[in-house]
């Protein structure tokens, strides 16, 4: 199984130095990966209509005015910093951004970090963000679904044409292309549509804080997709974002936690599930207490699934 670090980039201190100390630590340790989340401006959670997915009162959302950095940007410093770790979204939000515009910060990323980038996405769920950067809400599964179809021509080789319902260009230049003309695309979501849009387009399932019985129910749908559309799951990889938290953890809300023998058990029950990829929001008091756990999970938990 391999593991990744979310980094820093939202919360009480999002700073340069917090970046850089946790991406070098997690290269330096043996991490495969690390990770950016996607958000950009939005009201007060109590007053939402939209329900946040992984809390029933909204209270598990960050208050309006929370810093939170650029999830590409950030990757995009972070590959300037690192050597080997893949860089990736989890998730962005594809209707937050114009098609060609993000597929131009993608392709930026992948070429500056020579192909290590992985493009997390999702269709999002707080309909106050999307009015408030004045992007469309409507049809957004539909919308996502184009835009990966705008990725995949403008990262082919020569020059792009695309004619959408809510996009198109003819013969357009589009330069740098993507390392071997592909980004990795990992779907996240929930729903029917997600478990759909992982058969058609993915190269993984990125599932968030569900249980070893949730994710592998999630798996089991985006394995009936593939089969009704003739797709090879065997070329899809399980993936899942966790909360990881030495001082304790609740399973059922995709939160590792507790002793060294209850993390290994906990991180096992995910890998007979059919996880193979794991990235973690580490909990600790203050960065050091992060980079604490960081180093302690490299060190005494990790080699047991090595």
Not at 40 to 58: E, Q, V
Not at 62 to 68: N, R
Request: glycine share 12%; aromatic share 10%.
């Amino acid at each position: 199984m391999k593991f990744g670090i979310h980094l820093p980039d939202a919360g009480r201190d999002p700073s340069r130095e917090a970046i850089i100390e946790t991406a070098i630590t997690a290269e330096s340790l043996g991490y495969s990966s690390v990770w950016s989340s996607d958000h950009i401006a939005w009201p007060d959670p109590a007053t939402l209509h939209s329900k946040y997915p992984y809390a029933d009162d909204n209270s598990g959302f960050p208050a309006a005015g929370s810093a939170w950095l650029d999830c590409i940007g950030t990757l995009q410093f972070v590959a300037g910093i690192t050597d080997r770790v893949l860089l990736g979204t989890t998730v962005l939000i594809l209707g937050y951004r114009g098609a060609v515009q993000q597929a131009k910060s993608w392709a930026t990323l992948d070429h500056l970090s020579h192909g290590r980038s992985i493009m997390g996405v999702g269709v999002g769920w707080m309909k106050e963000e999307f009015d408030a950067i004045g992007m469309p809400w409507d049809q957004r599964g539909d919308r996502a679904n184009e835009t990966l179809d705008i990725f995949k021509s403008l990262f082919a080789d020569g020059l792009s044409s695309y004619n959408g319902k809510w996009n198109s260009f003819d013969n357009i230049g589009f330069s740098p292309k993507p390392v071997n003309n592909h980004i990795p695309v990992w779907v996240g979501g929930h729903s029917n549509g997600a478990f759909k849009r992982t058969a058609r387009y993915g190269d993984a399932f990125h599932a968030a804080f569900g249980s070893p019985s949730l994710l592998a129910e999630q798996w089991a749908s985006v394995k009936s997709e593939c089969n009704k559309i003739g797709r090879d799951i065997s070329e899809l990889e399980l993936t899942s974002l966790f909360r990881l938290n030495f001082s304790g953890g609740n399973l059922e809300q995709g939160e590792i936690g507790g002793s060294n023998e209850e993390v290994i058990d906990q991180v096992g029950q995910y890998l007979e599930a059919g996880l193979e990829h794991a990235a973690f929001f580490v909990l600790g008091r203050g960065i050091e207490g992060r980079l604490e756990a960081i180093s302690r999970f490299a060190e005494e938990i990790a080699p047991h699934f090595a």
